[in-house]
Nanobody, 117 residues
Framework: QVQLVESGGGLVQSGGSLNLSCAASGSIFSIRTMGWYRQVPGKQRELVAEITSGGSTQYVDSVKGRFTISRDAAKNTVYLQMNSLKPEDTAVYYC???????????WGQGTQVTVSS
């Protein structure tokens, strides 16, 4: 199993920036992909960005050019740098980890991001 602890959410004005962190512990060598989903009440959880153990990244179209996902292997931590934030980025952001040989993801507790107009 992998445990994930998130930090870095908060309230920011439109056009501002936030940096989310997700620290992993436990069976970290089994992680093949980590990333971030976000969810707004009444809507499905949406994949925002992910990074593989090999360093490949992908983003949902709505955040391309504004968000950057990165990782620090020494700290077992993944970051989501969010720039030029918009009110529509407001959501609870969840870190996840996909493990080799395990169908279900491991999830963090979620962190609220609120962007005011």
């Amino acid at each position: 199993q992998v445990q994930l602890v998130e930090s870095g959410g908060g309230l920011v004005q439109s056009g501002g920036s936030l940096n989310l962190s997700c620290a992993a512990s436990g069976s970290i060598f089994s992680i093949r992909t980590m990333g971030w989903y976000r969810q707004v009440p009444g809507k499905q959880r949406e994949l925002v960005a992910e990074i593989t153990s090999g360093g490949s990244t992908q983003y949902v179209d709505s955040v391309k050019g504004r968000f950057t996902i990165s990782r620090d292997a020494a700290k077992n931590t993944v970051y989501l740098q969010m720039n030029s934030l918009k009110p529509e980025d407001t959501a609870v952001y969840y870190c996840y980890a996909a493990l080799r040989g395990v169908a279900q993801y491991s999830w963090g507790q979620g962190t609220q991001v609120t962007v005011s107009s």
